[in-house]
C-alpha cells in the first residue's frame, strides 16, 4: 500500500520560511517522479515544483521561481520543499504527489501524478 505523508505546515509570518516534507512509502521511491501542489478554497489545485526520479530536473511555477526549492534525499525516501520570502499568496494547503517516471512532469499537470498525500497547511500572515 502506498502512504505519502505531508509534514512541516505552519503559520508563519510574511517574509519567513518554511521546509515542507513528504515522506513516501509502499513504492520504489527512486523510481517515482515527486510533486508539490497548492490549494485554496474555491480554487483549482495548482502546481508549485517538481522533481524527477534522478534529482536531475526540476521545476517550478513563475509565482514560485527563485523562493521555493525541490529536493529528495533517497536514504529517507522523502523529498522537500524549502519556503523562502513567503507572502500571504502561498498559504494554501500544500499536497505531495508521486508519478512513474515514464510520465513527463514538465507539463506540470496533475494527472501525471497518481499517489496523493492528505496535505499540510502553511498559513502566512502579513
Known amino acids: 500500500q502506498v502512504h505519502v505523508v505531508e509534514s512541516g505546515g505552519g503559520l508563519v509570518q510574511a517574509g519567513g520560511s518554511l521546509r515542507l516534507s513528504c515522506a513516501a512509502s509502499?513504492?520504489?521511491?527512486?523510481?517515482?517522479?515527486m510533486g508539490w501542489f497548492r490549494q485554496t478554497p474555491g480554487k483549482e489545485r495548482e502546481f508549485v515544483a517538481a522533481?524527477?526520479?534522478?534529482?536531475?530536473?526540476?521545476y517550478y511555477a513563475d509565482s514560485v521561481k527563485g523562493r521555493f526549492t525541490i529536493s529528495r534525499e533517497y536514504a529517507k525516501n522523502t523529498v522537500y520543499l524549502q519556503m523562502n520570502s513567503l507572502n500571504p499568496e502561498d498559504s494554501a494547503v500544500y499536497y505531495c504527489?508521486?508519478?512513474?517516471?515514464?510520465?513527463?512532469?514538465?507539463?506540470?499537470?496533475?494527472?501525471?501524478?497518481?499517489?496523493w498525500g492528505q496535505g499540510t497547511q502553511v498559513t502566512v500572515s502579513s
Open positions: 509502499g513504492r520504489t521511491f527512486s523510481s517515482d517522479h
Open positions: 504527489a508521486t508519478a512513474p517516471a515514464y510520465r513527463d512532469i514538465a507539463t506540470m499537470l496533475e494527472d501525471s501524478y497518481d499517489y
Open positions: 522533481i524527477t526520479w534522478s534529482g536531475a530536473s526540476t
